[in-house]
């Protein structure tokens, strides 16, 4: 079945190290994007990529990194400049943007 | 900058009624909307969308209607079922999508 897989779903880390959470597509989607959602409140878009080795700032990028080596992946680095990464992460994937997002099951990340 | 916002955070509705979900839209440039539902935990999941050269679109049980004069979208759902609890999301863009804070639907038995 195509779908979109996020791993690990639960991801403790201490404070100050970095962490990868992982985004794979077997869509065929061009686009991809990484979301963080905080409790009680909606998506906010961290980066996207609409073609691979390409991608863009969202509205909260600093202290996060991203790649995009292959059409599939989409991983996401919290970085230790990231002041508040406790948060449940989504990453989505599409044809093309903005068009039919397709949503992960998400990675709750707690950093202690 | 532009937003999507939600005119109520929670809806309790009886089990069997039908419910309606309210969004606003600022962003007069925004060519395509749509909704979707996240239950607990989980990623959100398409409902319905609509693009700006309609008024309405129907899917199975739910309705979108949008109202292009006073930017305004919302998703009737029929004969509301338990299944319906979550919380529903609206979202637009003529490009990468923007997201409201959602509606928390809750069914009384």
């Known amino acids: 079945d195509g779908g979109i897989t996020q791993s690990p779903k639960y991801l403790f880390r201490k404070e100050g190290q970095n962490v990868t959470l992982s985004c794979e597509q077997n869509?065929?989607?061009?686009?991809m994007y990484w979301y963080r959602q905080d409790p009680g409140q909606g998506l906010r878009l961290i980066y996207y990529?609409?073609?691979?080795?390409?991608?863009q700032k969202g509205d909260i990028a600093e202290g996060y990194s991203v790649s995009r080596e292959k059409k599939e992946s989409f991983p996401l680095t919290v970085t230790s400049a990231q002041k508040n990464p406790t948060a449940f992460y989504l990453c989505?994937?599409?044809?093309?943007?903005?068009?039919?997002?397709?949503f992960g099951s998400g990675t709750r990340l707690t950093v202690v | 900058g532009e937003s999507v916002g939600l005119h109520l955070p929670t809806l309790s509705v009886q089990e069997g009624d039908n419910s309606i979900i309210n969004c606003a839209y600022s962003?007069?440039?925004?060519?395509?909307f749509i909704w979707y539902k996240q239950e607990s935990g989980k990623g959100p999941q398409f409902i319905i969308d609509?693009?700006?050269?309609?008024d309405k679109r129907q899917g199975q049980r739910v309705t979108v209607l949008l109202n292009k004069t006073v930017k305004h979208l919302s998703l009737q759902i029929a004969a509301t079922q338990p299944g319906d609890s979550a919380v529903y999301f609206c979202?637009?863009?003529?490009?990468?999508?923007?997201f409201g804070t959602g509606t928390r639907l809750t069914i009384i038995p």
């Open positions: 989505a994937s599409s044809i093309r943007t903005p068009y039919g997002y397709t």
């Open positions: 869509l065929n989607h061009d686009a």
């Open positions: 990529s609409q073609i691979v080795n390409d991608f």
């Open positions: 962003n007069s440039a925004s060519d395509y």
């Open positions: 609509i693009r700006s050269n309609m």
């Open positions: 979202a637009e863009g003529p490009e990468k999508l923007t």
